[in-house]
């Protein structure tokens, strides 16, 4: 079983969420973890993608919203090429791989829009098999940290994620 977690990360906080995922996952499979300007552009060889990234302007971060967040919040990285653009390139599967998706937002439950949502649309497009449902991720602000126990539900959810492929239950 070989995985591929692929993340967009500004501050970190999603990364650290990518990392936890992949280190529950490693327990049953092989795992590359990327981020979002590393990935391949084919999943050819692997049994599993996981990808998230940060929400921006309730969906997707784009290079508007990346190159804000630097100038206007002190962002300390700035991805050349996020999630949107990442599955923009990506080539159709050519089996019907299993594509989870989660993102992070900030604190305000209420606040609508969700990348992961956004995500999983194009994966299902592209033909992946994205019955998994996505989840979020919590941060205090835009720059995080995670809330407390993000990281134990990220590992709670990669078992699930096990589970619900017949994998180290
Ligand atoms: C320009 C910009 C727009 C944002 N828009 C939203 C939003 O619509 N909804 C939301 O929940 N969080 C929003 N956020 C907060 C991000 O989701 C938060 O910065 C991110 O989860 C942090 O993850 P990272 O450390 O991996 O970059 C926004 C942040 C920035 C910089």
Do not use: C
């Amino acid at each position: 079983m070989r995985a591929l977690v692929v993340y967009e990360s500004l501050w970190g906080n999603t990364e650290q969420v990518a990392r936890a995922i992949a280190a529950r996952l490693a327990v049953h499979a092989d795992v590359e973890v990327l981020d979002s300007d590393a990935a391949p552009l084919s999943v050819d060889g692997y049994d599993l993608l996981v990808a998230g990234g940060p929400t921006h302007a309730f969906s997707m971060t784009r290079a508007a919203t990346r190159a804000d967040a630097v100038k206007s919040h002190s962002a300390p990285h700035e991805p050349g090429r996020g999630i949107r653009e990442w599955l923009n390139q990506l080539e159709r599967p050519s089996t019907e791989v299993p594509a989870v998706v989660f993102d992070t937002r900030v604190d305000k439950p209420r606040l609508p829009g969700s990348a992961a949502k956004a995500a999983k649309h194009e994966l299902r497009s592209l033909g992946f098999d994205t019955s998994v449902k996505q989840r979020t991720f919590r941060v205090h602000g835009y720059e995080g940290p995670l809330l407390d126990g993000e990281l134990d539900r990220a590992t709670e959810w990669a078992v699930d994620i096990l589970a619900r492929l017949g994998i180290g239950s």
